[in-house]
């Protein structure tokens, strides 16, 4: 025990006492005995601490990572450059300790920290108000559905199959276990098929959903999809890339009721899939309707600025049946690292990251096609990410590129059998020139 945990046997004595116990076995006495392990774990031999490090760190580089390989790879998950003064920030204490605000009179800091954060996601979106806590954009877009058929009194949801497949899949699953229907609607030419959403949306229909810049990283046309929608007194979803926002006309302005994402993409690592962190922002009629956490701005009684987290009842931790929504972890400290890149890169320092992004990856896009091993899919308009077509194995080109550490496009066949072999290819502002022109050479090497 003393091994790993920094108390002397005189400070453990003193946490027993103060418990009424002698000894750490008397912690586990309630353990029936039969069920115990009358034996010492079979483990290695232990080792030092320097031998520890390098045994974890040969581990470690039998995985390929984004700091010694170039990556092209995106479908949800996106190497942006993450400024130092972010982790410097979210790894002080009174940040990185802190959990869930259950007395929220008394975490200020936090409380101040989801309040700016709500803000900026407003700002960007384009919407009246925003939560905190949602797991990720996934299950962002599920609670949105989840929430329209609540506040509609509708049972029905269309969703694009341009929306991120592993989202629908979230979707899919709330509706299972929540009673209400998903549909789907088409593209064409990578882009919401208006004529099949047409035909689809009906009088049940509590909400369509979109995504854009979608899947395919194209960007869709909102607003003739809101008037659609709205004639038909549905609500519309928005799910997008909060990055691009800096470029482009909000959701809010162009007819959204609601707005979800994935915030990774702000100041966020990969880290192998998580934690990420979900926004979720929605006009004000919808404000009570919400799910998460929201946190407002008041005034004490001596006339000092104070934040409380406001309209949300103890139904949501603890009568849960009859909760807004069952999600009651915090992703705060995930928030607070998009509030920090947010605040450093300011206005027009994301509008030159998504600039970035757009020329890169355009730039990345005519470097294949000129190839002549690759083929146009789409002709809309995209942002960041792009498909192309390859003649041959996708899996077999991503491969022979690992051996150059170069981590390739996504095989979009995987989730849309029509488009087999074809490639989706994410280019970040981190991507160089030379990059660039160093994966397309070898591309023309191995092919």
Request: aromatic fraction near 8%.
């Amino acid at each position: 025990m003393s091994q790993y945990i920094p108390n002397t046997e005189k400070q453990q004595k003193e946490m027993l006492s103060q418990i009424g116990l002698d000894s750490v076995e008397d912690l586990f006495k309630d353990i029936p005995n039969e069920v115990r392990l009358k034996r010492d774990l079979k483990l290695q031999k232990a080792l030092s601490e320097m031998e520890i490090m390098n045994h974890m760190s040969n581990m470690a580089s039998k995985n390929f990572n984004i700091d010694e390989y170039i990556c092209f790879l995106g479908a949800g998950a996106y190497d942006h450059y993450i400024p130092s003064i972010i982790a410097h920030i979210t790894s002080r204490q009174e940040f990185y300790t802190s959990y869930t605000p259950y007395q929220p009179e008394i975490s200020q800091g936090t409380l101040q920290a989801v309040f700016e954060y709500q803000s900026m996601i407003c700002e960007l979106t384009g919407m009246d108000i925003a939560n905190a806590s949602m797991y990720d954009g996934a299950t962002a877009l599920a609670e949105a559905a989840s929430m329209v058929c609540q506040a509609t009194k509708r049972n029905e949801v269309l969703i694009a199959r341009t929306v991120h497949p592993e989202s629908r899949e979230v979707v899919n699953t709330y509706a299972r276990f929540k009673g209400y229907k998903i549909a789907e609607y088409g593209y064409i030419d990578g882009k919401i098929d208006i004529a099949d959403l047409e035909a689809k949306v009906t009088e049940s229909t509590a909400a369509v959903i979109i995504q854009t810049p979608n899947f395919f990283g194209i960007i869709e046309n909102l607003s003739e999809i809101a008037e659609l929608v709205h004639n038909k007194k549905a609500l519309m979803i928005v799910s997008c890339d909060p990055i691009s926002l800096a470029i482009l006309k909000s959701p809010g302005e162009l007819g959204a009721d609601i707005v979800v994402g994935e915030g990774q993409s702000l100041g966020n690592p990969i880290s192998f899939g998580g934690p990420y962190l979900g926004f979720f922002a929605a006009n004000k009629g919808l404000m009570r309707k919400m799910p998460g956490r929201i946190v407002g701005e008041t005034i004490d009684k001596d006339g000092k600025r104070g934040f409380v987290l406001t309209i949300q009842a103890r139904e949501q931790h603890i009568r849960r049946d009859k909760a807004t929504s069952n999600i009651c972890s915090n992703q705060a400290l995930n928030a607070l690292a998009a509030t920090v890149y947010l605040t450093t890169l300011g206005k027009q320092g994301l509008k030159e990251v998504a600039t970035l992004c757009t020329q890169k990856s355009h730039y990345a896009y005519k470097q294949i096609i000129d190839t002549g091993l690759f083929t146009p899919v789409f002709s809309a308009p995209f942002f960041k990410e792009f498909v192309v077509a390859y003649n041959g194995d996708i899996n077999k080109l991503n491969k022979r590129l690992m051996d150059y550490k170069i981590i390739g496009g996504y095989d979009i066949g995987r989730d849309y059998p029509e488009l087999a072999n074809n490639w989706l290819v994410a280019v970040t502002e981190k991507r160089t020139k030379e990059q660039i022109d160093d994966m397309v050479g070898k591309l023309v090497a191995l092919c």
